[in-house]
Antibody, heavy 120, light 109 residues
Framework: QVQLQESGPGLVKPSQTLSLTCTVS??????????WSWIRQPPGKGLEWIGY???????YFNPSLRSRVTMSVDTSQNQFSLKLSSVTAADTAVYYC????????????WGQGTLVTVSS | QSVLTQPPSVSGAPGQRVTISCTGS?????????LHWYQQLPGTAPKLLIY???NRPSGVPDRFSGSKSGTSASLAITGLQAEDEADYYC?????????FGGGTKLTVL
């Protein structure tokens, strides 16, 4: 059973870069059948898809965040990562990593989520 | 404002049936893309509840069902239980984007 776990700092200063890692266990990130996605949820609000990275490094991002987002994959560690630059308070959210099945476009499973607060 | 529109809240008494709607458009549901539903219990991550409009992953009770009509979809929950109190989100594909509904809070009275 595949499990995902987010990790990274819970507090980031405004204008700095948010960095998170998702560790995949119980399955290989190198499977060509899946995209590896990041989704966020501001406190008390709905879900926003940030983007995905494929095992070969190809990626695609939500246009609303594209200029600030970088994603990468480390197949040797079975991990993928998110970097979001020039953060503001509006980027405060619970960040989830999730697996998306290609051609079916549903997200399953999800990590437990990690709260990142942007504050000085 | 979400591309997929859901009612902010619904409620029902234990044992009752409730439905949650998800209204899309010709660029998502109407374009033939699949629609999925997630359940988010308080303080937890969303969990896949229904995929492809009406399919239940293993372990999801058959009290949960989904359907499609035109550019809308619906989630029905029968035999409502206290443990069903949660936020429910629909999700689809719009052009090249993955999009979510704004979420519906289900209150079990």
């Amino acid at each position: 059973q595949v499990q995902l776990q987010e990790s990274g700092p819970g507090l980031v200063k405004p204008s700095q870069t948010l960095s998170l890692t998702c560790t995949v266990s119980g399955g290989s990130i190198s499977s060509g059948d899946y995209y590896w996605s990041w989704i966020r949820q501001p406190p008390g609000k709905g879900l926003e898809w940030i983007g995905y990275v494929y095992y070969n490094g190809n990626s695609y991002f939500n246009p609303s965040l594209r200029s600030r987002v970088t994603m990468s994959v480390d197949t040797s560690q079975n991990q993928f990562s998110l970097k979001l630059s020039s953060v503001t308070a509006a980027d405060t959210a619970v960040y989830y990593c999730a697996r998306e099945e290609i051609m079916r476009n549903w997200f399953d499973p999800w990590g437990q989520g990690t709260l990142v607060t942007v504050s000085s | 404002q979400s591309v997929l529109t859901q009612p902010p809240s619904v409620s029902g008494a234990p044992g009752q049936r409730v439905t949650i709607s998800c209204t899309g458009s010709s660029s998502n549901i109407g374009a033939g893309y699949n629609l999925h539903w997630y359940q988010q219990l308080p303080g937890t991550a969303p969990k896949l509840l229904i995929y492809g409009y009406s399919n239940r992953p293993s372990g999801v009770p058959d009290r949960f069902s989904g359907s499609k009509s035109g550019t809308s979809a619906s989630l029905a929950i029968t035999g409502l239980q206290a443990e069903d109190e949660a936020d429910y989100y629909c999700q689809s594909f719009d052009s090249t984007l993955r999009v979510f509904g704004g979420g519906t809070k289900l209150t079990v009275l």
